[in-house]
Nanobody, 125 residues
Framework: VQLQASGGGLVQAGGSLRLSCARS????????TAWFRQVPGKEREFVAA????????YFADSVKGRFTLSRDNAKNTVYLQMNSLKPDDTAVYYC???????????????????WGQGTQVTVSS
């Protein structure tokens, strides 16, 4: 699976952005797609996951209630809608995907074998 992340940009606090993760290859019901983010000097952190093609979604506590996931199966794309953005959301956002991930491991960076390039999200105060 090849992944193409896009949609980052500069937005004011309180604004919204939608990130896209376009996946190449055949759609799979067992594919989990996730978003992670990273700021310089810090470890990459989990943001959200579309577990096994939408059977369940998971979000980090820091983004619950503000971020949502959606998918367009025809385009084989997963979207991360980010609302009520805060300066603390500023980071490079990465999408990742892997087959047959165990639900207890969706939060782990090491669970994912396929990564897209990052897209920068900057939230100004």
């Amino acid at each position: 699976v090849q992944l193409q992340a896009s949609g980052g940009g500069l937005v004011q606090a309180g604004g919204s952005l939608r990130l896209s993760c376009a996946r190449s290859g055949r759609s799979s019901r067992t594919l989990t797609t996730a978003w992670f983010r990273q700021v310089p000097g810090k470890e990459r952190e989990f943001v959200a996951a579309d577990f096994r093609s939408g059977s369940t979604t998971y979000f980090a506590d820091s983004v619950k209630g503000r971020f949502t996931l959606s998918r367009d199966n025809a385009k084989n794309t997963v979207y991360l809608q980010m609302n009520s953005l805060k300066p603390d959301d500023t980071a490079v956002y990465y999408c990742a995907a892997s087959e047959r991930i165990i639900v207890s491991t969706v939060y782990r960076e090491s669970s994912y074998s396929n990564w897209g390039q990052g897209t920068q999200v900057t939230v100004s105060s």
